[in-house]
């Protein structure tokens, strides 16, 4: 398996932007997570799914920002509209119920 | 939430020593895992260890999960060493998710 993959590696965009970050899972996990990395508060969740299903979003840090799970082997983090300080490295993971968890390369996203 | 405490938070190795690095969780968990980030950014796993211990090449892990607590053991550094680690725990609350905690920025000069 490729790992979790996520695009785009790097994102430089203008405030008031919509931003688009995709995550792939690894094949036959059923848990998928998004988390922020920032130099202030560290690796910060900000939501998961089990099967698809959105369980916990209580970190997703406005309503600025939203995740879909499509299906299985998709998931989106949209943030619409983007702020300066949304800049951050944002991860995916993926797992299997209380299993190791493995992280995608991420995406660097710098709002200006 | 549970909180996860490492120490040291800075560490600057010559190459070729040996170091241990620590976590400490406030609850009993159901999961442990220790982590890499190099400097590109990287996570990469190092050890998924509830409880027990495990060695990988240079590196080894101990888990005492009755005193909420876990160890990374780096023998023999290597400038490649260099990075941030991190411990990350689930609670026991059915929850898959990780807390991660603040890392150890490590550094081995040659």
């Known amino acids: 398996d490729a790992g979790v993959i996520q695009s785009p590696r790097h994102e430089v965009t203008e405030m008031g932007q919509e931003v688009t970050l995709r995550c792939k899972p690894i094949s036959g996990h059923d848990y998928l997570f998004w988390y922020r990395q920032t130099m202030m508060r560290g690796l910060e969740l900000l939501i998961y799914f089990n099967n698809n299903v959105p369980i916990d979003d209580s970190g997703m840090p406005e309503d600025r920002f939203s995740a879909k799970m499509p299906n299985a082997s998709f998931s989106t983090l949209k943030i619409q509209p983007s702020e300066p300080r949304d800049s951050a490295v944002y991860f995916c993971?993926?797992?299997?119920?209380?299993?190791?968890?493995?992280f995608g390369q991420g995406t660097r996203l710098t709002v200006v | 939430g549970i909180q996860v405490e490492q120490s040291p938070p800075d560490l600057i190795l010559q190459e070729g020593a040996n170091s241990t690095l620590r976590c400490n969780f406030s609850d009993s968990v159901n999961n442990l895992q220790w982590f890499h980030q190099n400097p590109w950014g990287q996570l990469i796993n190092l050890f998924y260890i509830p409880s027990g211990t495990k060695q990988n090449g240079r590196l080894s892990a101990t888990t005492v999960a009755t005193e909420r607590y876990s160890l990374l053991y780096i023998s023999s550094s290597q400038t490649t060493d260099s990075g941030v680690y991190f411990c990350?725990?689930?609670?026991?609350?059915?929850?898959?998710?990780?807390?991660f905690g603040t890392g150890t920025r490590l550094t081995v000069i040659p």
């Open positions: 993971a993926s797992s299997l119920q209380n299993t190791e968890a493995f």
């Open positions: 990350a725990v689930n609670p026991p609350t059915g929850a898959n998710n990780l807390f």
